[in-house]
C-alpha cells in the first residue's frame, strides 16, 4: 500500500492555522463571560464583504462564551436617504442640525434599514441578534445637546440650536444584560427618548460610550476609519492613559474628528468599562486580532 505525499505547502497552512488557535486560547479563556461593546461605523458597515464578516465575528464572540453588544452609526445612509426626499442637511461643528422633519427620517433610517439590515446579518451568520433603538425600553434616556461657540468677530458666546440632537443622560444596562443572559446579541440604534417623549438623534460615537459605561464592558471598541491615534510623526501610538491622552489633546497631538472619539473613550473608562480600543474598521477581523492576538490593533485606552 503507498502513501500519498505529503503536502507541505498544506501542512504549513495547517500549523499556521493551529497556532492561531493555540495564540487565541489565553484571550478567549481571559473574556469567557465578559461583555465587549462595539461602535460599528464608518468604512466597515459600507462594505457588503466587511459587513458580512463582521457579523460572523459577533457569531463567533458569542461561541467562544463572550457577551458582545452592537452600537451601530449611519450617517452616509441617512445623508443619502435625505438627498433622495430633497431635505437638506446643515452640520454645525461635525453635527447634524436635526429638525422634526429630519429627526423623522434619522430614526426610520437608523432604527429600520440599517438596524434590521445588521441584526439579519448576525442571524444569518448563526447568532442570535435582536435590533433595539433606545426608545425600545427607555433604554436611553436623552436631553437635548447644548452646544456654545463664539462669534469671532464679537467674541460673544452664541448658544447652538441643533435641533432634535440629543445626549446620553441614562443608558439602562440592566436591559442589555438581561437580553444577553439569554444569548442574544443586542443591536442598538443610536436614538434617545426625551422626558416630554421626544425623539433624538445621539451622535453613534457618544450612544455606544454610554453603552459600555452602562454594562460595566470588558471592553469599549470603537471602529473607525483610521489606524487609531497617530503622534506628530503620524506613527501609531498602541497604548495611552486617560490623564496621557487629555496631554495630547492639549498638546494638540489628537486634533479634529480624533477628539471626540477620545473623549467618548475616557468617558467610557472612566463611567465603568475596564478599557477602550480605537481600531481600524476596515481591516477584516480587526476586532478578533485586537482581542485574540498579543499585537492587538489600534491604541488602546485606560485608565491610567
Not at 50 to 68: E, I, R, S, Y
Not at 137 to 166: H, M, Q, W, Y
Not at 190 to 208: C, M, R, W
Amino acid at each position: 500500500m503507498t502513501s500519498k505525499p505529503i503536502d507541505l505547502k498544506r501542512r504549513a497552512e495547517w500549523l499556521s492555522k493551529a497556532g492561531i488557535l493555540t495564540e487565541a486560547l489565553p484571550y478567549m479563556r481571559r473574556y469567557s463571560g465578559k461583555t465587549v461593546v462595539i461602535k460599528y461605523g464608518g468604512h466597515a458597515m459600507g462594505d457588503d464583504d466587511l459587513a458580512l464578516k463582521f457579523a460572523a465575528d459577533m457569531v463567533l464572540l458569542q461561541q467562544v462564551g463572550m457577551n458582545p453588544v452592537v452600537v451601530h452609526g449611519g450617517g452616509p445612509q441617512i445623508g443619502k436617504m435625505l438627498e433622495r426626499l430633497a431635505i437638506k442637511s446643515e452640520f454645525i461643528d461635525g453635527l447634524r442640525v436635526t429638525d422634526q422633519a429630519t429627526v423623522e427620517i434619522v430614526e426610520m433610517v437608523l432604527s429600520g434599514a440599517i438596524n434590521k439590515g445588521i441584526v439579519a446579518a448576525i442571524n444569518q451568520a448563526g447568532g442570535r441578534a435582536i435590533g433595539l433603538s433606545g426608545k425600545d425600553g427607555g433604554l436611553i434616556r436623552a436631553e437635548k445637546l447644548r452646544r456654545t461657540k463664539v462669534d469671532p468677530d464679537s467674541n460673544i458666546e452664541k448658544v447652538l440650536d441643533l435641533g432634535f440632537v440629543g445626549e446620553p443622560t441614562k443608558v439602562d444596562g440592566t436591559l442589555l444584560k438581561s437580553l444577553v443572559s439569554q444569548d442574544l446579541i443586542p443591536v442598538v440604534a443610536p436614538i434617545g427618548l426625551g422626558a416630554a417623549g421626544e425623539t433624538y438623534n445621539i451622535n453613534a460615537d457618544t450612544a455606544a460610550g454610554a453603552v459600555a459605561a452602562a454594562v460595566d464592558a470588558s471592553r469599549f471598541m470603537l471602529l473607525t476609519d483610521v489606524e487609531g491615534v497617530l503622534d506628530k510623526d503620524r506613527r501609531l501610538i498602541p497604548e495611552l492613559t486617560v490623564p496621557q491622552a487629555r496631554e495630547l489633546i492639549a498638546d494638540g497631538t489628537i486634533s479634529g474628528g480624533m477628539i471626540p472619539k477620545i473623549e467618548t473613550c475616557i468617558e467610557a473608562v472612566e463611567g465603568g468599562a475596564e478599557g477602550a480600543v480605537i481600531i481600524d474598521g476596515r481591516v477584516q477581523h480587526g476586532v478578533l486580532l485586537e482581542l485574540f492576538t498579543s499585537h492587538g490593533m489600534g491604541t488602546w485606552i485606560r485608565r491610567g
